[in-house]
């Protein structure tokens, strides 16, 4: 039975891995850190919270003790990092944090590795935000970076590292970039599931609008179960590597807008332009949307768009779900959250 180690269990993509790689008759070990009050809602959605070759363990990435300790007690054969501070807006209120978690982070799991094992598969979840201010599109592995956060810098030296760990040790360290992925476990802070939540919200009556950042903003939106094989497929290729995974399709934030207010039968119209833009339900006349420049960024990152035709050839790996359908999808559960009082 092979054993793998995937940090941030409580987090939107550590639910689905640790869910994906159970079934796959893994023993895993998946991460929590230790707060007043531990949330684990999304294994429990899964119903995989009680699967016995599960085992949940207290770790916090900021720790090199405590990674060496874990990696040494349990001596995988895989390790997944994706436990980050892990939302952009936030980087720039809290720059040294995420550098110390979403940066440094990588590095002690990576000197875990060399020390205790170097035959440790790891994998690190590098994002797109490293294009930042695209040089190219659509992007591929092979286009330069240009964060436009701290997150995105962060993000950038962790996969440095992980390139750095690959050449000078033979370590198996690969690096998914990963374009933005979405779902039903979405956190609600990203705008999605934000979107989407409050959609139902708004039809059932519960919300009477819902306030947004930058509509303009454009960004190329996968389904994260897809992505989490990906993921799971790198690491049993035959080399380590860098792979980028994307659907090659980029919309705006009003697009997406458009698309859930559709999924719960409702059509919007927009007004106005920039901080006076509104979107109204064509039917009641109703402002359901309206811009706060509050959740504007300090800097913005304006499209995404990754062509993941390396993951393709290589891994045969494609995404499955189109946009619609995980809109859909998100919308469906929202409502179904919505009506029964669910409030993560
Ligand atoms: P989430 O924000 O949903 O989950 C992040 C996880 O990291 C949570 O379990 C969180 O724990 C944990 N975590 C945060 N800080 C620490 C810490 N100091 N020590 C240990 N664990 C910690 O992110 P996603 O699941 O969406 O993303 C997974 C990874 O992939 C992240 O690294 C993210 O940056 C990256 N990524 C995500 C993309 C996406 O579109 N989803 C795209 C590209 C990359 P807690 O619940 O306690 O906060
Ligand atoms: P992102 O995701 O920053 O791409 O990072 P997010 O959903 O937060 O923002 C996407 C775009 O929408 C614009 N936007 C808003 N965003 C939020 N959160 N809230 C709003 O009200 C709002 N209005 C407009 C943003 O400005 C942005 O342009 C996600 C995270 O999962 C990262 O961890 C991951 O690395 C990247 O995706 C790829």
């Not at 850190?33 to 699967?51: A, D, H, K, P, Y």
């Not at 919300?207 to 897809?226: H, I, P, S, T, V």
């Not at 007004?271 to 039917?283: H, I, L």
Request: aromatic content about 10%; hydrophobic content about 40%.
């Amino acid at each position: 039975m092979k054993k793998a180690i995937v940090t941030g269990i409580t987090g939107q993509d550590g639910a689905y891995l640790v869910e994906l790689l159970l079934n796959k008759g893994y023993e895993v070990y998946g991460t929590y850190r230790r707060t007043s009050s531990v949330n684990f809602w999304r294994i429990e959605e899964l119903g995989i919270q009680n699967s016995p070759n599960l085992h949940l363990i207290e770790y916090d990435l900021t720790d090199q003790a405590n990674s060496i300790r874990m990696v040494m007690e349990i001596q995988p054969d895989e390790i997944y990092n994706l436990a980050a501070q892990s939302f952009v807006g936030v980087s720039f209120e809290q720059p040294l944090a995420t550098a110390h978690i979403t940066g440094l982070g990588c590095v002690h799991l990576l000197e875990a590795i060399r020390i205790v094992n170097p035959k440790i598969k790891f994998y690190q979840a590098s994002t797109s935000e490293m294009f930042g201010e695209v040089q190219q599109i659509p992007q591929t592995e092979k286009t330069p970076f240009w964060p436009r956060s701290p997150y995105g810098a962060a993000k950038m030296y962790a996969h440095w590292m992980v390139v750095n760990y690959r050449e000078s040790y033979g370590i198996f360290a690969t690096s998914g970039i990963l374009f933005n992925h979405e779902s039903p476990l979405r956190g609600r802070e990203f705008v999605t599931r934000k979107i989407t939540d409050s959609v139902a919200k708004i039809k059932l009556g519960k919300l009477e609008y819902m306030e947004l950042g930058n509509m303009d903003a454009k960004r190329d939106w996968g389904y994260a179960k897809d992505y989490v094989e990906g993921m799971y497929l790198m690491l049993q290729a035959d080399k380590a590597d860098t792979y980028l995974l994307a659907t090659n399709r980029t919309e705006t934030v009003r697009d997406f807008v458009t698309m859930a207010f559709k999924g719960a039968g409702i059509e919007v119209e927009f007004k106005g332009n920039a901080q006076d833009e509104v979107a109204v339900d064509k039917n009641s006349g109703k402002t359901v949307v309206r811009v706060n420049p509050k959740f504007y960024r300090p800097a913005e990152v304006d499209i995404l768009i990754g062509n993941p035709q390396k993951a393709k050839d290589e891994l045969g790996w494609e995404p499955k779900c189109t946009l619609e359908e995980l809109c859909a999808m998100m919308v469906k559960e929202d409502l179904r959250r919505n009506e029964i009082g669910f409030s993560f």
